[in-house]
């Protein structure tokens, strides 16, 4: 029989033993609690289980060739945990509450840290646990914080595949002023539009493009890229504000890169791909290349040369070398746990 690691176990189904627990009530958050990883108990009328206000974050430590580990970019990610918390009404907790619990699940982790190109992903999550299900237009009052620890492999560790993207040009991922939360329910409402493209067109992500304008795909940002050119999406609250594709730019711009963010459209984003490439950035994607675009009814268009494009491979190097420590943290991502 052989045992399920990170390398060959999917994405997020193995945790390590420990996680962090914390409760808000009567105003107040508990010191945080390190438990083995088992089943948590809300009553059946929690405020989570009926009206979905839920939040999460996810991000990554990485283990060194030393052995030392380090945790990615923690800060921005809790800033972006407590914009998701405030924009649900749920109680928001503090930058030092959330970092103390997830510093405790690494170093009680430490021995689970994959070496790379594995990582620990972290996940922190808020629950509203009120119980009261005649609650659908009053915030929860009582809340519980968890994080979890997973430890990962590289999602193209046994070579990277250029990705194939269904361009949905009418349907929208999420309620259009959530997009810029990270919520369970935004991946629920994602996930039967995911599931329909793929069943029809053996994709495997969508590009959300509503009315034609591109936003991003059901769990990463999209960038198209050339040589000294990246265009993306700017910021607004229609979609998620990705840790990675700010990491991606910043890099960029040391790397001599023009970087411009506006909205632009699925016909634009078409002529830019014949000759320039495509990519998708996150946590879990890092960078990732895009082959194919599938537009409704099947059409096909290749992006570029149909693989993973030289700017996206090298732009992609460069974040996974200051990840993994091989070259200078210069803006200060990395703090040691
Ligand atoms: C919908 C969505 N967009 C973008 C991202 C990328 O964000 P980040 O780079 O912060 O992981 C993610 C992943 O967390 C996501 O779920």
């Known amino acids: 029989m052989t045992s399920t690691t990170p390398q060959n176990a999917p994405f997020g189904s193995i945790l390590t033993d420990v996680m962090a627990v914390a409760t808000f009530k009567d105003g ?10 088992g089943p948590i108990e809300i009553h ?8 979905a206000s839920e939040c999460f974050e996810g991000f990554k430590a990485y283990k060194w060739a030393d052995g030392s580990v380090h945790v990615f970019r923690m800060d921005r990610h809790i800033e972006r945990f407590r914009n998701s ?15 103390d619990m997830v510093t405790s699940v690494i170093d009680r982790s430490r021995a689970a840290v994959p070496d790379a190109p594995g ?12 119980p009261n299900i005649g609650a659908a237009a009053t915030p929860s009052s009582e809340a519980m914080l968890v994080v979890l620890a997973s430890p990962v492999w590289d999602y193209f560790a046994g070579g990277a595949k250029p990705l194939r993207i269904y361009v949905e040009e009418e349907a929208t991922r999420c309620a259009s002023h959530l997009g810029v939360v990270k919520t369970g329910g935004n991946y629920a409402a994602a996930l ?18 509503p009315g034609g304008e591109v936003q991003e795909t059901g769990a990463a ?26 990491s991606v730019l910043t890099m960029a711009v040391d790397l001599g890169y023009r970087i411009e ?17 495509a990519a998708l950035s996150g946590t879990a994607a890092v960078l990732s290349g895009v082959g194919t675009l599938v537009r409704k009814g099947g059409t096909e268009i290749r992006v570029g040369t149909g693989e993973i494009g030289p700017n996206t491979q090298k732009l992609r ?11 200078p943290d210069r803006h200060g991502w990395l703090r040691k746990v």
Do not use: C
């Open 221 to 246: 940002n999209f960038l198209l890229i050339r040589d000294g050119h990246i265009l993306t999406r700017s910021l607004d609250r229609t979609f998620l504000n990705g840790v990675t594709r700010h």
């Open 28 to 37: 107040h958050w508990s010191a945080p609690a390190l438990r083995a990883v």
């Open 192 to 209: 039967g539009p995911t599931l329909a493209a793929r069943r029809a067109y053996k994709v495997d992500q969508v590009l959300f493009a």
């Open 317 to 327: 190097a460069a974040l996974v070398a200051i990840q993994q420590g091989t070259s």
């Open 119 to 130: 990582a620990l992903y972290l996940r922190p999550m808020l629950i509203g646990t009120s």
């Open 261 to 277: 963010e506006r909205v632009f459209t699925v016909a634009e984003m078409l002529d830019w791909v014949a000759t320039g490439e």
């Open 85 to 99: 918390a405030s924009s649900l009404e749920l109680p928001v907790p503090a930058p030092e509450l959330v970092a």
């Open 44 to 51: 059946p009328a929690a405020h989570v289980l009926h009206y």
